[in-house]
């Protein structure tokens, strides 16, 4: 029975298979029994209609739009295909602005937003209304940019833009709300402090000793003694001077422009907000000043991970140097430097290989295994910029991986390989390509771009400035860092920790070496 399925199988397809060659020789080469002789399959055959192929109206569909409106709002839009919207106002207000108030109001202000307004009794009856469109809400405040943003519907635009401008200008801010939002704050600072990863501690901190007390050098994070005077008044204080049209961008991504310039119009402008439409009086142009320096903080970070598998004991340094802004052109070489040098944990976060050609892999993580971590990050501004590179390890090996990080900084000022230049520069234009999929993050770079420029660069513009990026360009950004004194953060166990002195001395040697110590007793 079986051996007759299989002759059964073999019958039945061979013919279909010697018939399926048979018509692609005929095809091929013009043979006989129909078709066209002569017309080899790289012509188009005669007397067949020319194919019509989708293709997008021309380049303006890819372009950002950006319109002014009276009072100075901007109105920025990029049309993308899909059902579905990312609408929201970005704001020229952030931590950096606090200097004549209360450290923390930006903060507060993240953790209130969404919450009751003049048209929503409550963050319930908000969130009703955006489930409806099948929408959900987020606000992220960072240094120098407040950000409200809604993904829902476009159909539901009209609802979306009431809904936003209503929760920017007209919050209800009431004291029971401001109540719930210490907890919040309290709970956060909290976590901040327990959390096993330290990186966004250790970010305040190289922020801190870099810019001391000015502008990006400011708190991020409400401190603990000001979470209790926070109220309405200091509040609508610091609102009536920042929260001006001037000083917003309302961006969507998958709109038409028209549509939300009209809805701009209908509920953004000539809206008188809660705390009143006073002239602002008091706001802070301040220029960041980098001042570099030291911030340490002694922590027992022996218990921070227990469990079946604890987290051993690590010392944590970040050492950084001011790079530029993003309105600079040398912005562009820093990106890929940053690139370049990439780094992560010693166990690759993506599967194996990734990132494994960078140099913080090749020349630290992949040499002295006792070092857990070695990450390169890249802070701008439209003012500075702070390129800084975390590594952690255990305590006694501290005043090493100290050296090992300085001497890397000072490499980055030598020659650069053509091969991995290249690829830091192909890595670069993925990661950009590959993030600029998303909904979100396209309406984020509109969003921020628009605010602090009132244009947008295009991805494909961004990709030939990569590309331009030479070795004596990465060389040249470098020398001119390397010309500024350091900002160092240490959490942990800083026994082993060299002296500030001792790392600007290396910075500024041809090796990046420590200066020797010696001890009479060891």
């Known amino acids: 029975m079986a051996a007759n399925m299989v002759r059964l199988r073999a019958g039945a397809w ?24 002569g017309v080899p ?14 293709a997008v109206d021309g380049q303006e569909k890819f372009e950002t739009r950006v319109t002014a409106l009276d009072g100075g709002l901007r109105v920025a839009s990029q049309n993308k295909f899909g059902q579905f919207c990312t609408v929201g106002v970005l704001i020229n207000s952030g931590s950096r602005h606090e200097t004549k108030y209360l450290s923390g109001i930006s ?11 003049a048209q929503f009794g409550s963050k319930d009856e908000i969130l009703l209304t955006l489930e409806k469109h099948g929408g959900i809400c987020d606000c992220q405040a960072s240094r120098d940019t407040t950000m409200y943003a809604v993904s829902a519907e476009a159909k539901g635009l009209d609802t979306v833009v009431n809904l936003l401008a209503d929760v920017v200008l007209q919050p209800r801010l009431s004291d029971e709300e401001i109540e719930m939002t210490r907890m919040a704050v309290r709970f956060e600072l909290e976590d901040l402090n327990m959390r096993p990863d330290p990186e966004p501690l250790l970010t305040e901190m190289i922020h801190a000793a870099a810019y001391r007390d000015n502008t990006v050098g400011l708190n991020r994070f409400c401190p603990v003694e000001n979470i209790e005077k926070m109220d309405q008044k200091i509040l609508h204080s610091y609102l009536k001077n920042y929260y001006t049209p001037d000083r917003m961008v309302l961006a969507g991504v998958g709109i038409e422009h028209e549509q939300l310039v009209e809805c701009a119009k209908k509920y953004l402008v000539g809206v008188n907000p809660v705390w009143a439409s006073a002239k602002s009086k008091d706001i802070d142009r301040s220029v960041a000043q980098y001042t570099g320096g030291i911030i340490k903080v002694e922590k027992d970070m ?23 802004s993003f309105l600079e052109d040398d912005f562009i070489p820093f990106a890929v430097l940053n690139m370049m040098m990439g780094g992560g944990g010693s166990f ?5 290989g990734k990132g494994m050609f960078t140099r913080l892999y090749l020349n630290v993580l992949n ?24 590594a952690s390890a255990d305590p ?4 090493e991986m100290v050296e090992i990080l300085t001497k890397e900084f000072v490499l980055m000022s030598g020659t650069v390989g053509e091969v991995e230049l290249e690829r830091a520069k192909t890595q670069l234009k993925s990661m950009l390509m590959m993030n600029l999929e998303s909904r979100p993050v396209i309406f984020e770079d509109v969003g921020r ?11 494909h513009e961004l990709c030939d400035l990569i590309n331009n990026v030479k070795a004596g360009d990465i060389k040249r950004v470098v020398t001119k860092m390397l010309r500024n004194k350091p900002a160092v953060a240490a959490l942990g166990d800083l026994t082993e920790l060299p002296t500030y002195e001792h790392i600007q001395a290396a910075l500024s040697s041809k090796d990046g070496q420590l200066p020797r110590m010696y001890r009479l007793f060891r």
Not at 14 to 37: H, T
Not at 41 to 54: N, S, V, Y
Not at 107 to 117: D, G, V
Not at 449 to 459: E, G, H, N, Y
Request: charge should be positive; aromatic fraction near 8%; glycine fraction near 12%.
């Open 396 to 399: 006694k090996q501290v005043r």
């Open 302 to 324: 022996s218990n921070v991970s227990l469990g079946p598998t604890p987290i051993p004991e690590l010392t944590h340094i970040m050492i950084g140097l001011e790079s530029c």
């Open 367 to 390: 040499r002295h295994h006792w070092m857990y971590n070695a990450t390169s990050y890249h802070h701008s501004y439209e003012d500075t910029g702070l390129l800084c590179i975390h």
């Open 41 to 54: 399959l790289t012509q188009p055959l005669p007397g067949l209609p020319a194919p019509a192929f989708a």
């Open 449 to 459: 771009q628009v605010l602090a420029t009132s244009t947008r660069k295009l991805p």
């Open 14 to 37: 061979g013919p279909m298979r010697r018939s399926g060659l048979a018509v692609y020789r005929q095809f091929s080469s013009g043979g006989a029994g129909g078709g066209y002789p």
């Open 107 to 117: 903060h507060f202000l993240e953790k209130l937003a969404f919450s009751s307004t």
């Open 348 to 352: 690759s976060a993506g599967g194996p």
